[in-house]
């Protein structure tokens, strides 16, 4: 697959890729950057080293963020082998969701009427915890092997 590095090639789709690299440089440090790529097929959002995964990109502009934050999130989950990204607050998977003109990553939360949503682009980097050490966190898992 071939890089598209040049702005002028949907700029708003480059403009989407900043935002999207902010929340992986915040919640996977060390990663490569998304970036577009290019093969017979389409448009992909991937990792220039590794390649995409998930469907093309439509082929007009009007593929906006919300489409291009699916498709990021396609790929970095096949590539980091895990749900990405990851709300900090409950550990859980979180899916790009649109309301008005702004795009979020959306977390259902815990409970019925407990969703809550995080602009795409402004992640904080913060230490996720796996669910056993949220649970033993909140004193729901005993740290006793035989008691689990």
Partial sequence: METLTDRDFYPDWHDALDLLNR???????????????????????????????GNALPEQPEAGLHQIADAAQESAMEFLWRTWPVCPEHGLGVHP?????QVLWWCA??????????????????RTMSRRASKRRQGKVSRDPDLR
């Fill in 23 to 53: 929340d992986l440089a915040a919640s996977e440090p060390g990663v490569e950057p998304f970036a577009l790529l290019l093969n017979e097929y389409g448009v992909y959002v991937g990792f220039p080293s590794w390649g995409a995964q």
């Fill in 97 to 101: 969701r649109s309301e008005g003109e």
């Fill in 109 to 126: 939360g815990r409970g019925v009427g407990e969703g809550h949503g995080t602009p795409v682009g402004t992640f904080e980097a913060r």
